[in-house]
């Protein structure tokens, strides 16, 4: 954002109109309330800028407001003491701020840039503030909170009901618990121009349909069963087959033309009790001959595969075709602190590795706690072995290794249920079946899980997943 600022005003757009612009963003969500009493933190930056705009713009609307300031407000400097010449009203020092019958507080102290924790004045007024119980809104994001990672650099971090933000959402309004912290989000334009935000070069999207929609294919009239791509999944053993059948079925929705279980004879059958439409293969010996026979475009394995020799043979041997290989569940296991191992498998090809949290500790080791950003921990993951990471959880990261990302928010909380993460691995590999790019796959495969969980509501189970799919996707196909 300090890019962008500085590209504003390259552009002729100062900052000082940036700021007044963002105090009238963050007057309006406070006129929301019925607040007679207000109380404005103001900080030594930029942020506290912002709150002094706001409290004048209150004031002008007839409501009571005082500011309370960290430091010295004659030390203020450029935008923000251009901004505190233009208040008038009341002022505290932040120690003296009272928080007694008050109606509303602007917490305007420090924004997503804070690199260290709260101390002193600050972290006493932000305990106060939420001891007093009246709503907060937080200016950009909650003071203590990291924009970068969503994580509270310290002890202490204000909760925000609304955070009112500018220009672009922040990682940290979307990773947890940041998202939590900042309540509801308002994103306002301020007039910082496109170029100047284009300018910046930004590699990392909330996942929405404008990400991916344009790089999945529609089929076409002429197209048949193999042309929409075959997907191979590999079965768990007997008494072990569901989490590859909601793959297959997975899949299957997504779009692939055609679907093929392979596995030993004992877990066919048990498959055959429930499947028509998905084909079966016995693969005693493996599936080398089959998947270059048959063309295979994209393959599944791990759920429900067990760590076992034939898992990693099968494994190998879908990674040595010109296919794309969706990696889930057990070959986490077979990898277990070989991070490198599964790189060098991987080689050249276009793989996605879907691991929850703990399967991603178990691969990347230490290294996976190194970052406190989810984001950036998944965008080094997936540079460090050459593939496409899903790091999956209510903020599900999609990383590619050449550094562009996506960050859902679209996932309820009845999503987290067994077998969930086998239907998002066969989505994934029934779009790339079809040809999209893997990240763009990946990405909308996320996406569609999640609404389509969204379509069940309360009670699901991952069964009733790839059943809801077709309306999703009919839905996203009128949009």
């Not at 404008?210 to 197209?223: F, H, K, L």
């Not at 392979?262 to 293969?281: N, P, Q």
């Given at each position: 954002?300090?890019?962008v ?68 407000r ?66 950009d ?12 650099i ?30 509801r ?54 008494l ?45 010996d ?22 076992t020799?034939?898992?990693r043979?099968a ?33 050249e090809?276009?793989a ?31 540079a ?78 991952a ?17």
């Amino acid at each position: 954002m300090t890019e962008v600022d500085r590209a504003s005003a390259a552009e002729g757009v100062p900052g000082a109109a940036l700021m007044e612009r963002a105090g009238e963003a963050v007057a309006h969500a406070a006129l929301d309330y019925a607040a007679e009493k207000i109380v404005v933190l103001a900080g030594p930056g930029a942020n506290g800028g912002d709150g002094f705009v706001a409290a004048r713009l209150l004031a002008e609307a007839n409501r009571a407001v005082v500011v309370a300031v960290l430091g010295d407000r004659a030390a203020l400097r450029g935008d923000a003491a251009q901004a505190a010449a233009g208040w008038a009203g009341p002022t505290v020092r932040l120690e003296d701020a009272d928080f007694a019958r008050v109606d509303l507080i602007i917490d305007a102290l420090f924004g997503a840039g804070l690199s260290r924790p709260l101390s002193g004045a600050a972290a006493d007024a932000v305990l106060a503030a939420q001891a007093c119980g009246a709503p907060i809104i937080a200016v950009d994001t909650p003071s203590g909170l990291d924009g970068a990672s969503g994580h509270p650099i310290g002890d202490v971090c204000m909760r925000a009901d609304v955070t009112v933000t500018f220009v672009r959402l922040k990682p940290g309004h979307i990773l947890l618990p940041g998202r939590l912290l900042c309540g509801r989000i308002v994103l306002a334009d301020i007039g910082a121009p496109a170029s100047a935000v284009a300018s910046v070069g930004a590699r990392v999207w909330l996942n929405r349909p404008a990400v991916w929609r344009d790089a999945i294919p529609e089929p076409s009239i002429a197209g048949h069963k193999y042309s929409r791509g075959h997907v191979a999944v590999w079965s768990g053993p007997e008494l072990q087959t569901g989490a590859s059948r909601l793959s297959a079925l997975a899949a299957l929705r997504a779009g692939a033309g055609a679907v093929t279980l392979l596995g030993s004879k004992a877990a066919l059958k048990e498959h055959a009790a429930h499947l028509t439409a998905i084909m079966l293969r016995e693969a005693e010996d493996g599936w080398r001959s089959f998947l270059d026979q048959r063309k295979v475009a994209a393959v599944v394995v791990g759920p429900g595969a067990s760590a076992t020799p034939d898992t990693r043979r099968a494994l190998e041997e879908a990674c040595a075709g010109d296919r794309r290989v969706v990696m889930d569940a057990d070959v986490f296991s077979l990898f277990a602190g070989d991070a490198e191992g599964l790189g060098r498998l991987i080689g050249e090809g276009e793989a996605v590795l879907t691991p929850h949290e703990g399967e991603f500790k178990r691969v990347f080791g230490e290294d996976a706690d190194v970052a406190p950003s989810k984001l950036e921990r998944a965008r080094a993951a997936a540079a460090r072995v050459g593939a496409t990471i899903v790091l999956k959880g209510p903020d599900t990261v999609v990383a590619s290794q050449d550094g562009r990302a996506t960050i859902a928010d679209n996932a309820p909380p009845h999503l987290a249920t067994a077998g969930a993460g086998d239907v998002l691995a066969g989505l994934i590999a029934g779009l790339m079946a079809q040809g999209a790019p893997v990240f763009e796959a990946a990405s909308a495969a996320v996406w569609l899980h999640g609404e389509a969980a969204n379509a069940i509501g309360r009670g699901l189970i991952a069964d009733d997943l790839p059943g809801a799919l077709p309306n999703v996707l009919q839905s996203l196909a009128s949009q």
